[in-house]
């Protein structure tokens, strides 16, 4: 059973106390004075982005606590974006901050326009491509025809980044371009209006991929690292594509919610 010595201690071996403070209450839960002493550890650089937390069993002995404490301290770790927990791996260090989880909760094109406008997307640059085999089949398209391209990071009202986006524009469409820098908002929704086109229905699929080392800084992750990868293509009535968005998302604090009824 867990001992608490005193308000702000916990009894362990080697006296050597875990300690608080202003962001838990001194009689708080011990496994959030524990996630609190780990946080710290990360933060000063004691135990650096990349490296292994000590596993579950050193840290019951190094604080004399319970493995259930441990685990719950983990846990909370794992939820504010700092380690990666693996079964089997142990706990990796994958960001010296927290970061806030970011949940998506869309079932309506309406969500989709809302999304777009409560966010931020920042277009680095645009360009016309033709894309490679490979990129042509994730694309659903033959190879060989032409798309624009608007790269960029897309990241919440107070500059907090939310995902790597490549928007694909089909050809019909690229007389945006010269706009897409300076535009606010949805990028479908401005080829609406020009265009006198409506999005019929959007297909999302979601996976995961590794990111390559561009991706990683922007998202502030190590190269090679899983993300979430939300693909959606956005379709018109004869089921032409206006346009296919490509988002990638830090792993760590991504949520997806969606609401299922009745037909």
């Given at each position: 059973?867990?001992?608490?010595?005193?308000?702000g201690?916990?009894?362990m071996?080697?006296?050597?106390?875990?300690?608080t403070?202003g962001?838990v209450a001194?009689?708080?839960p011990?496994?959030?004075r524990l996630a609190?002493e780990?946080?710290?550890?990360?933060?000063s650089?004691?135990h650096?982005?990349?490296?292994?937390?000590?596993t579950?069993?050193?840290?019951?002995?190094?604080?004399?606590?319970?493995?259930y404490?441990?685990?719950?301290?983990?846990?909370?770790l794992g939820e504010?974006g700092?380690?990666d927990?693996?079964?089997g791996?142990?706990?990796?260090?994958?960001?010296?901050?927290?970061?806030p989880?970011y949940a998506?909760s869309?079932?309506?094109?309406?969500?989709?326009?809302?999304?777009a406008?409560?966010?931020?997307?920042?277009?680095?640059?645009?360009?016309?491509i033709?894309?490679?085999d490979?990129?042509?089949?994730r694309?659903?398209?033959?190879?060989?025809?032409?798309?624009?391209l608007?790269?960029?990071?897309?990241?919440?009202s107070?500059?907090?980044p939310?995902?790597?986006?490549?928007?694909f524009?089909?050809q019909?469409f690229?007389?945006?371009g010269?706009?897409?820098v300076?535009?606010?908002?949805?990028?479908?929704?401005?080829?609406e209006?020009r265009?006198d086109?409506?999005v019929h229905?959007?297909h999302q699929?979601?996976t995961?991929?590794?990111?390559?080392?561009?991706?990683?800084?922007r998202l502030?992750?190590?190269?090679?690292?899983?993300?979430?990868?939300?693909?959606r293509r956005?379709?018109?009535?004869?089921?032409?594509p206006?346009?296919i968005?490509l988002?990638w998302?830090?792993?760590?604090?991504f949520?997806?919610s969606q609401?299922?009824?009745?037909?």
């Amino acid at each position: 059973m867990d001992r608490i010595a005193q308000p702000g201690k916990i009894r362990m071996k080697r006296n050597r106390p875990i300690s608080t403070d202003g962001e838990v209450a001194r009689d708080g839960p011990l496994y959030r004075r524990l996630a609190q002493e780990l946080k710290r550890s990360i933060t000063s650089g004691v135990h650096p982005v990349g490296t292994m937390l000590p596993t579950e069993q050193e840290l019951c002995e190094r604080f004399n606590t319970s493995r259930y404490t441990v685990r719950e301290a983990l846990r909370l770790l794992g939820e504010g974006g700092m380690v990666d927990r693996r079964q089997g791996r142990g706990s990796e260090v994958i960001s010296s901050r927290e970061r806030p989880v970011y949940a998506q909760s869309l079932t309506s094109l309406t969500q989709l326009y809302d999304y777009a406008n409560d966010t931020r997307l920042v277009i680095d640059r645009v360009l016309r491509i033709v894309p490679d085999d490979q990129l042509a089949i994730r694309l659903g398209r033959l190879p060989g025809r032409e798309w624009l391209l608007a790269e960029g990071i897309r990241t919440t009202s107070d500059d907090n980044p939310i995902c790597v986006s490549h928007v694909f524009i089909h050809q019909d469409f690229a007389s945006v371009g010269p706009e897409l820098v300076s535009h606010a908002g949805a990028i479908h929704r401005l080829i609406e209006d020009r265009f006198d086109i409506q999005v019929h229905e959007v297909h999302q699929q979601i996976t995961t991929e590794k990111l390559d080392a561009g991706m990683a800084a922007r998202l502030g992750e190590l190269a090679g690292c899983d993300a979430v990868l939300v693909t959606r293509r956005y379709l018109a009535s004869d089921s032409r594509p206006i346009l296919i968005s490509l988002n990638w998302h830090r792993l760590a604090g991504f949520a997806y919610s969606q609401v299922i009824r009745r037909e």
